[in-house]
């Protein structure tokens, strides 16, 4: 593939790759207290450089991340799964609305033609053919009252890509990165601690 293989993913944890599309997850947001998955679609066929055609950034803060973790690990996420399955039901098994405000985008020179927020949103489902669909969608936005993004998209979001996993995968993408997270702040609280000794002297 050729997605900026140079300093192949200093930050990526981990990869789960699906029919022309992937996820992966990366360490660089850890110190703002939040997890980065990146969503990304391609084609194959096109020359090379020229082979994405969606890319998705999601940013889910560091407590909801693991209580799903805890969720998958436990098999709680997947009996979840298994009844709504049996009902019918499209209910998200799980939905993270996110995004940047369009004084934010400003701040960044990332200003959007409709002068809009941008929203994006991550949904955890049940499939047909695998066990989960991890879907994100952007587009624009407004931000309310409370400061949430809120989509303005519909049904038709600017980029869109639905990453199929079976149980196994989900649960190996959810692992590893919340092993790496506690490996971190292990890290941060042995620098901290040997800092303060340091002081001490």
Not at 93 to 114: F, K, M, N, V, W
Request: charged share 25%.
């Amino acid at each position: 593939m050729d997605f900026n293989t140079e300093d192949l993913n200093r930050f990526q944890i981990i990869r789960v790759d699906a029919r022309n599309c992937f996820v992966e997850t990366k360490s660089d947001t850890f110190s703002i207290n939040k997890v980065h998955l990146e969503f990304t679609a391609y084609d194959a066929t096109k020359p090379p450089g020229q082979r994405q055609t969606n890319h998705i950034h999601i940013y889910i803060d560091v407590p909801e991340f693991l209580h799903l973790t805890h969720e998958a690990l436990t098999g709680s996420l997947h009996m979840r799964a298994k009844l709504q399955k049996e009902k019918n039901d499209n209910t998200p098994l799980y939905e993270h609305l996110g995004g940047t405000s369009a004084e934010r985008l400003a701040q960044y020179g990332r200003i959007r033609p409709d002068g809009k927020s941008l929203s994006r949103i991550v949904k955890l489902s049940w499939g047909q053919k695998v066990d989960y669909l991890l879907t994100a969608d952007s587009g624009p936005g407004t931000t309310d009252g409370k400061g949430l993004i809120v989509p303005r998209f519909g049904k038709n979001p600017e980029n869109h890509v639905s990453v199929g996993l079976n149980w196994r995968s989900f649960d190996e993408m959810m692992l590893m990165t919340q092993t790496h997270f506690s490996s971190w702040l292990a890290a941060m609280y042995a620098k901290n601690i040997d800092s303060e000794q340091f002081n001490k002297r």
